[in-house]
């Protein structure tokens, strides 16, 4: 049973940074591709960035260069590196990975970024 749980979020000051993580459990990171996506308020979830089995990363424009994705094999976790961060980025951050057509998330993190 693949299960991904979140770690990592709270409040953060405006330029402030945090990392997010995701243990992963019942899928091999380094064969799937593994994903974060979030949810603001009143807002639909949105792809935020994912890295594939060959370490190809993609980013959400609002996103790229500011976040980082990465993940340790041996660890089974896959992280989020998120810097200058901006009010707009509050949301409910959710790990994804799919195996076999099915999607599998996390309950999610909550990453507030205000002063």
């Known amino acids: 049973q693949v299960q991904l749980v979140e770690s990592g979020g709270g409040l953060v000051q405006p330029g402030g940074s945090l990392r997010l993580s995701c243990a992963a459990s019942?899928?091999?990171?380094?064969?799937?591709?593994m994903a974060w996506y979030r949810q603001g308020p009143g807002q639909q979830r949105e792809f935020v960035a994912a890295?594939?089995?060959?370490?190809?990363?993609n980013y959400a424009d609002s996103v790229k260069g500011r976040f980082t994705i990465s993940r340790d094999n041996a660890k089974s976790t896959v992280y989020l590196q998120m810097n200058s961060l901006k009010p707009d980025d509050t949301a409910v951050y959710y790990c994804?990975?799919?195996?076999?057509?099915?999607?599998?998330w996390g309950k999610g993190t909550l990453v507030t970024v205000s002063s």
């Open positions: 019942g899928i091999i990171v380094s064969l799937n591709t």
């Open positions: 994804n990975t799919r195996r076999d057509g099915t999607d599998y």
């Open positions: 890295i594939t089995r060959v370490y190809h990363t």
